[in-house]
């Protein structure tokens, strides 16, 4: 078990955590799926959290084993449902990040830890610049720089070396069961929110974002 007063750096996941894109999400995977009268819900959807668009496409690929797609023809269906999917993220504007979010932020850097996101999205410093949360953090992982996609812990790791720190002084905030695997695996110190509230991975288990002052208290 991590102390918390060992802590210098929180690494946070985006999407379900700092604020939600997840419906966008599900309807691009929709349109997508539609198109290729594949099977896809909620349920399905669900299976997706925290986890890359390639590896996702397969996961909906499989309710449909009978099609055989090539690897450029998968390539091509992700770049479409991703370009939807930013056609969505246009919309977004500061207003969908909480007041709670944003102060609790403030307060963590006032505090002197170092903050990062931790993202398997390529679509996060997008994201951030639309919603005017980029000057929170010291550094940003995402899609766009890793091989592998949670719950490896490589986003986690790349995180931690841009702001300078050892993994092991780093807590990771995750709303999905791969991003806790991440942290776990990566020697950091895992806090659970959201949908991934009472994991057994987890040390710390989050009621409400704003939670995150009293954890670490500085």
Known sequence: ??????????????????????????????????????????????????????ASFEIILSNKPELKLTEAEKEAYAAEKNELYRTYLQTMTPADVSDDVRATLKALRERGYLLAVGSSSKNAGFILERTEMREYFDAVSDGNNITNSKPDPEVFLKAAEYIGLAPEVCAVVEDAEAGLEGAVAGKMLPVAIGSAHGSPLAQISLDTFADLAVHFAG
């Open 1 to 54: 078990m991590k102390n918390t007063n060992d802590i210098k750096g929180i690494i946070f996941d985006l999407d379900g955590v700092l604020l939600s894109t997840d419906h966008f999400h599900y309807l691009a995977w929709k349109s997508l799926a539609d198109k290729l009268e594949i099977p896809f819900d909620e349920t399905v959807n669900e299976k997706l959290r925290g986890v890359s668009r390639m």
